[in-house]
């Protein structure tokens, strides 16, 4: 009979008894391709550089694999815990009695199932991580093994994020998605392409996280994008964004002999819940609002003329989804808001002579301008997070 690994454990081929890293080594045997070998027999340039890498890798496995180790089996446990207090809880009510709350112990009773669940694929990666990296050093150093497991540490790195993030975002509509709206601050090209910019920057922020944004609109001026909305239809995608509304600002300086001149693009960015799995709880009349349609698309416009503020929506194929849409969008605003608003300056980007962003809310600071416009905002998020909880 094969050998098996279950559950850390390694069965069959010859005795349930075998230890990991004899079946490592039978494994080793039966690789087939093998992948490329980094020994000392490389140049003395390419070896240092790939020994470098395998050590720098094999630093961020292990740092994942403790973290997931320490945190996993105590977060499962009390999350276990938390389920079959829930199934009691239900056994317990009488779910015809009263539809809101027993609809309500349903939900809460499904996303715990999805915490569980999630956190025993993080421990089983973690495991598979920690067994891949001993398959390496056990052949030789194996750099490709070692990006296997490293990405294999990047899943389980995002899941203990999603995790931790998920338990301090308990605020209303935290747990809701996002619907993101981001206008140039001004006609200028320089603030549009702002825009662009930072569209890419919240698209590539979702896919990091293994989520996907989508872009509901795109209104573009003379070629340039003078608006754009995003949704994010995934759950705690607001907890996550809501401290990215107000404006963004980009500064550009640039030396010509002994004058230096300053550029500035500017956008502003709103955030509101995207329900996902019930309709905004909130009554509008209608005499209070006045809607408006495009002669030649679907898009839907809806005024709420007590507080002034606007929705559109154009991303559904018939007029009447765009307003249904629109509509729930205007609730949540309300919900959010209460009234109109106006938006203080959230982050400033340095793009000359320091490429730097600031964060004007929480003082945080990265160095990094670019890595930030590429989606990695997260030191961001975490700080607006943290201030939060601690308000």
Not at 29 to 45: C, D, E, I, N
Not at 106 to 130: G, I, N, P, Q, S
Not at 176 to 187: C, K, L, V, W
Not at 203 to 232: H, M, Q, Y
Request: charged content about 30%; aromatic content about 8%; proline content about 2%.
């Amino acid at each position: 009979m094969a050998a098996k690994l279950i559950g850390g454990r390694v069965v069959g081929g010859g005795g349930e008894g075998r230890s990991r890293r004899s079946f490592c080594r039978e494994l080793l045997k039966r690789r087939q391709p093998r992948l490329p070998q980094f020994t000392v027999s490389a140049s003395a340039s390419m070896d240092a550089y790939k020994q470098l890498g395998m050590f720098s890798l094999k630093r961020k496995i292990e740092d994942a694999v403790l973290k997931a180790e320490m945190m996993a089996p105590t977060a499962l446990e009390l999350e276990e815990e938390q389920w079959m207090r829930q199934e009691e809880m239900m056994r317990d009510c009488d779910l015809w009695d009263d539809p809101s709350k027993s609809n309500d112990i349903l939900l809460k009773l499904a996303d715990t199932a999805k915490t569980v669940d999630a956190l025993k694929d993080l421990k089983f990666k973690a495991e598979e991580a920690k067994l891949i990296t001993e398959l390496a050093e056990m052949n030789a150093i194996d750099y490709g093994l070692f990006e296997q497991a490293y990405d294999s540490c990047l899943d389980v790195s995002k899941s203990l994020h999603h995790y931790e993030m998920s338990k301090l975002l308990k605020d209303g509509y935290d747990m809701e998605g996002a619907f993101m709206i981001i206008n140039a601050g001004s006609e200028d090209a320089d603030s549009q392409i702002w825009v662009e910019q930072l569209v890419r920057m919240y698209t590539k922020w979702a896919e990091k996280l293994g989520r996907e944004a989508r872009r509901a609109s795109l209104d573009k001026s003379e070629g340039f994008v003078s608006s754009a909305s995003i949704e994010f239809e995934f759950e705690y995608a607001y907890g996550y964004l809501s401290g990215e509304q107000g404006i963004h600002r980009l500064i550009t300086s640039s030396r010509n002999g002994f004058s230096s001149t300053s550029d500035e693009a500017c956008a502003t960015v709103e955030v509101i819940p995207l329900f996902l799995r019930t309709s905004p709880d909130l009554k509008v009349n209608d005499e209070d609002l006045v809607v408006s349609y495009s002669s030649s698309e679907n898009t839907v416009w809806i005024k709420h003329l007590p507080t002034g503020i606007s929705v559109e929506s154009s991303g559904e194929r018939s007029r009447f989804a765009n307003k249904i849409k629109a509509l729930n969008r205007l609730k949540a605003k309300l919900l959010v808001t209460g009234s109109k608003n106006v938006l203080e300056e959230s982050r400033r980007y340095t793009s000359r002579p320091r490429k730097m962003v600031l964060d004007m809310k929480t003082g945080v600071e990265v160095s990094n301008m670019n890595s930030v416009l590429d989606g990695n905002i997260r030191p961001f998020i975490a700080a607006h997070v943290g201030m939060r909880q601690n308000s």
